[in-house]
């Protein structure tokens, strides 16, 4: 889904599930197709998987945390009104997760659609990504750094 906003306030969204704008009538390439997303629990960032093995991280760039610096979680569950300001994400980086593959012992080819994505929890503020496909599941260490994003293979499970 895309946020489309005009010059009046009120919100209009369009269905996609694909990266990009698409002309009328543009064929749409099968691995272009969403097949996975997940927001990180914080809500900063926000991960999708495709149909081709990609995934593509997206971060939140807006005043989010204006309302939380002087209130506390329970006074704005409390307050009646809401943000005036609606979430807006950038993209952070991509890579390929997955490859397709071939599994010999039961002949069955193992195509690189994102099956899911998964972010996991870490005390020390540390991005870890989860993802698999039908037959593996990855963990992969995102490190950002000032000028570019390096996702790193950290370690992954047959």
């Not at 939380?68 to 950038?90: C, G, K, V």
């Not at 099956?115 to 993802?131: D, E, Q």
Request: glycine letters at 4%.
């Amino acid at each position: 889904m895309t946020l489309c906003t005009d010059s009046s306030s009120d919100l209009q969204w369009k269905f996609s599930q694909v990266f990009g704008e698409r002309s009328i009538g543009e064929d749409v390439q099968d691995i272009d197709i969403i097949s996975a997303m997940e927001f990180q629990k914080s809500g900063d960032y926000l991960a999708v998987g495709d149909r081709g093995g990609r995934i593509v991280i997206f971060e939140r760039k807006d005043e989010k945390d204006s309302l939380n610096q002087w209130h506390s979680r329970n006074e704005l569950e409390q307050l009646d009104f809401t943000a005036m300001l609606h979430p807006i994400f950038y993209y952070k980086t991509e890579f390929q997760s997955h490859e397709p593959e071939f599994d010999y012992l039961k002949s069955l080819e193992i195509e690189e659609k994102i099956n899911k994505v998964r972010w996991c929890a870490t005390p020390n503020g540390s991005l870890f990504i989860l993802s698999t496909n039908d037959k593996t599941i990855k963990l992969w260490k995102v490190i950002f750094s000032s000028e570019e994003v390096d996702p790193m293979q950290d370690s992954f499970l047959n």
